[in-house]
Antibody
C-alpha cells in the first residue's frame, strides 16, 4: 500500500525554527515528486511546492518562495518542510502528497494525514 | 499564476439529488484538472484526475468533464457520505493552484 505518514502536531513560538516530515512507503520514493499544501484554519488549499527526491530538484510557488524550504532525504524516504523563523500566520495544517503522472496529466495521490502547526506566543 | 474559480461556494442538496460544481481557469489548461473531496478533519482525497478520469475506488456516481477553461464535477444520486468540501486543482503549470472550494451541505 502506498502511504505517506507525516510527523505529529507542533506548537511553537514566533521566531522559532521547525522542520516537519513526510515519510513515504510502499513505492519507489525516489521516482515520484512530493508536494506540500497549506490549509489555514477554516480556509482552502494552497499549493506550496514540490520536490523530486531522486535529485532534490525543487519548485516553489512564488507565494512561498523564500518563506519555507522543501528538502528530502532519499536514504530514509522522507521529505521535509522547514521554517527558520516562524510567524503566527504560519499556523495551519500542512499536507504532503505524492505527485503522479506526467504533463499534461498530473495529480496528487495519496495524501499524508496532515501536520498541524500552531505558532503562538 | 493560473487562477481557478469554483462556483458555487456553497450548495445545499438532499440525498438522491444530482449536483454540479463548476471550475473555471483563468487561461486554457487543456485537461489538466483534478477534483478532490475533503471531509472535516481529514486530508483531501482524489476523486477525478485529468478532467474526466475516475480514480480507482471512487464510486461511479462521481463524474468529471470539460477541457480548456471550463470544467464540471457532477455527483449523481447524492449519498450521505458525499457531504463535504470539493476542490478543483489545475496541474497545467506550477504553481498547481486550487479553486477556493465548494461546500456541499445537506
Amino acid at each position: 500500500e502506498v502511504q505517506l505518514v507525516q510527523s505529529g502536531a507542533e506548537v511553537k513560538k514566533p521566531g522559532e525554527s521547525l522542520r516537519i516530515s513526510c515519510k513515504g512507503s510502499g513505492y519507489s520514493f525516489t521516482s515520484y515528486w512530493i508536494g506540500w499544501v497549506r490549509q489555514m484554519p477554516g480556509k482552502g488549499l494552497e499549493w506550496m511546492g514540490v520536490i523530486y527526491p531522486g535529485d532534490s530538484d525543487t519548485k516553489y510557488s512564488p507565494s512561498f518562495q523564500g518563506q519555507v524550504t522543501i528538502s528530502a532525504d532519499k536514504s530514509i524516504s522522507t521529505a521535509y518542510l522547514q521554517w527558520t523563523s516562524l510567524k503566527a500566520s504560519d499556523t495551519a495544517m500542512y499536507y504532503c502528497a505524492r505527485r503522479v503522472g506526467s504533463s499534461p496529466g498530473i495529480w496528487f495521490d495519496p495524501w499524508g494525514q496532515g501536520t498541524l502547526v500552531i505558532v503562538s506566543s | 499564476d493560473i487562477q481557478m474559480t469554483q462556483s458555487p461556494s456553497s450548495l445545499s442538496a438532499s440525498v438522491g439529488d444530482r449536483v454540479t460544481i463548476t471550475c473555471r481557469a483563468s487561461q486554457r489548461i487543456s485537461s489538466s484538472l483534478n477534483w478532490y473531496q475533503q471531509k472535516p478533519g481529514k486530508a483531501p482525497k482524489l476523486l477525478i484526475y485529468a478532467a474526466s478520469s475516475l480514480q480507482s475506488g471512487v464510486p461511479s456516481r462521481f463524474g468529471g468533464s470539460g477541457s480548456g477553461t471550463d470544467f464540471t464535477l457532477t455527483i449523481s444520486g447524492l449519498q450521505p457520505e458525499d457531504f463535504a468540501t470539493y476542490y478543483c486543482q489545475q496541474s497545467y503549470s506550477i504553481p498547481y493552484t486550487f479553486g477556493q472550494g465548494t461546500k456541499l451541505e445537506i
